[in-house]
């Protein structure tokens, strides 16, 4: 599914960031935890982890790692692919996270979205963030093969 | 069979009594058609859905909305028995509606998120957790019959 980002969705997407990026770490580490509960076969890649538990320390660190890239990829929503070369040669050929991976953390920060900004999540905000998420999610698997 | 513990059955039916199934019916398919707008494919009888006005005051797809909601009900109160229960609902939705069943794991990730929206921290990663294997069960019933 090859949908690119029109006008809207990138006036949308900045937009709500504006409102909700000093949330970023709250909003990443909380995305995680539910991620490595929900889906728990995403632990497999974070065995070095002393403590995989819900809002745990190494999880609000990633969580605040995790949510920089998004930022980042806020501020070169014109250009993904070039915006986050050297993110994804980290991921291709470091630490080579399954792709489809990518997916199930974009479905769970959609779910603390909708859990921290219910009134400001609306249909609209939440099909402008789930394409932007996945728009993300294909310039960080550019360099897998 | 899906087994349910003691515990999974005090979830799942704890978020269960939050829903409203008018106030969350009625949202239900706006949100649907407007992230996965694909899926008005299936809506030919509907009348107006193709902008966000018209889905958000559809009184069909809010009426399809309780609809749903209401067989999610009869899961809630059968969780031993969902696969059974929906089979005549899987083969009507493939043999007469031809769903592509995959639209309805996408609709179960709006019914999540409708209800994040609603149940908030409620909704904190065990609960999620147990909603989300529920909801699998489900989808997975409603896969059943595509054969």
């Known amino acids: 599914m090859t949908m690119s980002l029109s006008a809207k969705d990138k006036a949308t997407v900045k937009a709500f960031w504006a409102k909700i990026s000093s949330s970023g770490e709250a909003i990443g580490a909380d995305a995680l935890s539910r991620m490595l509960v929900v889906y728990p076969q995403t632990k497999t890649y974070f065995s070095h982890w002393k403590d995989m538990s819900p809002g745990s320390a190494p999880v609000k660190k990633h969580g605040a790692t995790v949510m920089g890239g998004v930022a980042e990829a806020v501020a070169k929503i014109d250009d993904l692919t070039a915006g986050l070369l050297s993110l994804s040669e980290l991921h291709a050929f470091t630490l080579r996270v399954d792709p489809a991976n990518f997916k199930i953390l974009s479905h769970n920060i959609l779910v603390v979205l909708a859990i921290m900004f219910p009134t400001d999540f609306t249909p609209e905000v939440h099909v402008a963030m789930d394409k932007f998420l996945a728009a993300v999610a294909r310039a960080l698997s550019e360099k897998y093969r | ?147």
Not at chain 2, 52 to 67: D, E, F, Q
């Open chain 2, 1 to 147: 069979m899906v087994k349910w513990t003691e515990e999974e059955r005090r979830i799942i039916r704890g978020v269960w009594e939050k829903v409203d199934i008018d106030e969350i019916g009625e949202e239900l398919w706006a949100r649907a058609l407007i992230v996965y707008p694909w899926i008005d494919r299936y809506f030919g009888s509907f009348g107006d859905i193709f902008t966000t006005t018209a889905i958000l005051k559809n009184p069909k797809l809010a009426a399809l909305g309780k609809v749903v909601l209401s067989a999610l009900d009869t899961a809630v109160k059968n969780m031993d028995n969902v696969k059974a229960m929906y089979a005549p609902l899987s083969r009507q939705h493939y043999e007469k509606i031809k769903v592509d069943p995959d639209n309805f794991r996408l609709l179960a990730e709006c019914i999540t998120i409708t209800i994040a929206c609603k149940l908030r921290a409620e909704l904190n990663p065990q609960v999620q957790a147990t909603w989300q294997k529920f909801l699998s069960a489900v989808v997975e019933a409603m896969n059943s019959q595509y054969k």
